[in-house]
């Protein structure tokens, strides 16, 4: 179930990559969101929280996803998010240029010079207010529902 909950996590994602960026597998953002867990603890009403979709603005939550949005290379701790970067790995299915639009305008340039857990929260809201958090939102509930039914 977890598992699931780190294709939410990585909308939060964040690095600064040279080369070519290719959208991350499940297995992949699966062992990165156990990373970030070891990482950056969550208590248990934290962790709960996250499985229903809900993102508390808290310093352990913001690590964490801030965590997350660096090592699925989505964010940069100098530039920000990536919104091309984004848009390819949480379009779901939305075509990639309204993805794109969507990602670009939750990307600011951190006026407020914000920490970068803080600047990452405010992408990831913003992300999760839009059409890709509701898609996102859905798929995550899916497969509760599909694990429910195997247990």
Same mark, same amino acid.
């Given at each position: 179930?977890?598992?699931? /909950?780190?294709?939410?996590?990585? *909308?939060?994602?964040?690095?600064?990559?040279? +080369?070519?960026? $290719?959208?991350?597998? !499940?297995? @992949?953002?699966?062992?990165?969101?156990?990373?970030?867990?070891?990482?950056?603890?969550?208590?248990?009403?934290?962790?709960?929280?996250?499985?229903?979709?809900?993102?508390?603005?808290?310093?352990?939550?913001?690590?964490?996803? /801030?965590?997350?949005?660096?090592? *699925?290379?989505?964010?940069?701790?100098?530039? +920000?998010?990536? $919104?091309?970067?984004? !848009?390819? @790995?949480?379009?779901?299915?939305?075509?990639?240029?309204?993805?794109?639009?969507?990602?670009?305008?939750?990307?600011?340039?951190?006026?407020?010079?914000?920490?970068?857990?803080?600047?990452?929260?405010?992408?990831?809201?913003?992300?999760?207010?839009?059409?890709?958090?509701?898609?996102?939102?859905?798929?995550?509930?899916?497969?509760?529902?599909?694990? !429910?039914?195997?247990?």
């Amino acid at each position: 179930m977890l598992k699931y /909950l780190i294709v939410c996590l990585a *909308l939060c994602s964040l690095v600064c990559a040279d +080369g070519e960026w $290719a959208p991350k597998t !499940a297995e @992949q953002i699966k062992a990165i969101r156990a990373d970030c867990l070891k990482d950056h603890p969550l208590k248990p009403e934290q962790i709960l929280k996250l499985k229903q979709v809900e993102f508390p603005d808290e310093p352990e939550v913001r690590q964490y996803l /801030l965590c997350s949005a660096v090592k *699925l290379d989505i964010f940069c701790t100098y530039e +920000g998010y990536h $919104a091309d970067r984004l !848009a390819k @790995q949480f379009k779901m299915d939305l075509t990639e240029e309204e993805a794109l639009q969507i990602a670009q305008g939750c990307v600011d340039s951190n006026a407020e010079q914000s920490p970068a857990d803080v600047w990452a929260f405010r992408g990831h809201k913003c992300m999760m207010a839009s059409k890709i958090g509701d898609r996102v939102r859905s798929y995550i509930k899916a497969r509760q529902a599909e694990a !429910a039914a195997k247990a």
